[in-house]
């Protein structure tokens, strides 16, 4: 990155918003075709059949769709984590991939939001959920964990939006110079009148670092909310104190993940290779062994609570979890959460783009594994046996699974072709600036 020169860096990401190509085309037509099948055939098909179309019934009432609403809220941790309590640490690899992680953190949180909606069955009164004064002499239960998603998430989504928006401007301002006609006026509404002037620099710095320092801490709140959706249960395997850092942990790791996924391709079909250089995938990929660590520990420690504590149902429930129905989902998950990501303590591992996919593929994996040997596990051995049954998501859950990941990669590609998906100013602030006599000549 030291041999690039501010109108490199311009230029190289200014490219990518030129006219799309056939080949983005068609793959923004198929992930459109995916989101209508999910979202516009699929979940209309389960609101006229009722939910019991998507396999809902006694023990288990919460199914895939409570898994990807906390693997999509996980996804989203990732984004600000690295925009936010980096730039606080001042951490410079964040400066080329903080743009795409905090792209990454809003379309994966919008999705996450619908999820409760879907699972609600009767959508249209989801404003239930909404804690307001009403004339049902009804008032909002604020122990319930839907009125926790609700602040948390909305919360999480309008402090995100604020960060990423902010450090858009400045770069809006720049495609607004470099642009004509209806592109220039739409640019120019978008940067907000954006001149660069002393003043603006100086309160633009000023908003950023607060909504930093706002956005930390929700990084650690909403998951840390979402982990007592569970713990405030009292069903085997969810009311755990463990729950909120083992949350945490996790999503981190899933976040870094999607970073992985999402940028790998990127900088290889935009030719980014200068920017989001080796060191900087190398750099995800160290964090994500630390990450892998603390969420092998969660694993060890949580069944050692349940055989310390003494309670038969907990144990039966990790029992069941290792030896019974989902097992095999089970060591899955193991191996790809806690095993697969120390292959990269081998340093031509994480510095090759391959390994770093494949291994974040399966990291991805492996979370939306966690959350479902969690959530449907627990449910399907309660504390009555006869009461005991198994679930499995059928074609409906897979269908409005397969159409939110076919939102997030819309979104994704969208966002990369028409917003700049590298932070100009940050990067500019890592190369040498122009007019800068070389240190050897200065000295002499």
Known sequence: MEELRFSDVDREVLRTLSPPGRLWLIAVAFLFLGVVYGYLIVWPYQILTGMGSAGYRPPVMWGAYLVNFVFWVGIAHSGTLISAILFLFRAEWRTSISRSAEAMTIFAVFIASLFPIIHLGRPWVFYWIIPYPNQRTLWPDFQSPLIFDFLAVSTYMTASFLFWYTGLVPDLATVRENAGGIRKKIYGLLSLGWSGSHGQWRHYGMSYLLLAGLCTPLVISVHSVVSWDFALAIIPGYHSTIFPPYFVAGAIHSGL?????????????????????????????????????????????????????????????????????????????????????????????????????????????????????????????????????????????????????????????????????????????????PNRPEESSHAA
């Open 257 to 433: 993940a999607m970073v992985l996924t999402l940028l790998v391709p990127l900088r290889k079909i935009l030719h980014f290779e200068n920017i989001i250089t080796v060191e900087t995938l190398e750099k995800i990929a160290k964090t994500s062994i630390l990450m892998a660590l603390i969420v092998a520990y969660a694993y060890v420690v949580e069944p050692f609570i349940a055989w310390y504590g003494g309670n038969i149902f907990e144990r039966q429930t990790f029992l069941f979890r290792a030896t019974g129905y989902y097992s095999p989902l089970f060591w899955i998950m193991c191996f790809c959460n806690a095993v697969a990501p120390l292959f990269f303590f081998l340093r031509r591992i994480r510095r090759n783009p391959v390994w770093l996919f494949i291994i974040a593929i399966l990291i991805n994996i492996g979370m939306w594994l966690e959350r479902f040997v969690i959530i449907v596990g627990s449910m399907a051995r309660d504390y009555i046996p006869y009461s005991w049954g198994n679930y499995w998501p059928n074609w409906v859950d897979w269908s409005i699974t397969f159409g939110s990941f076919c939102l997030f990669f819309f979104l994704f590609l969208l966002f990369v072709k028409f917003l700049p998906s590298i932070s100009m100013f940050d990067v500019k602030a890592e190369v040498k600036p």
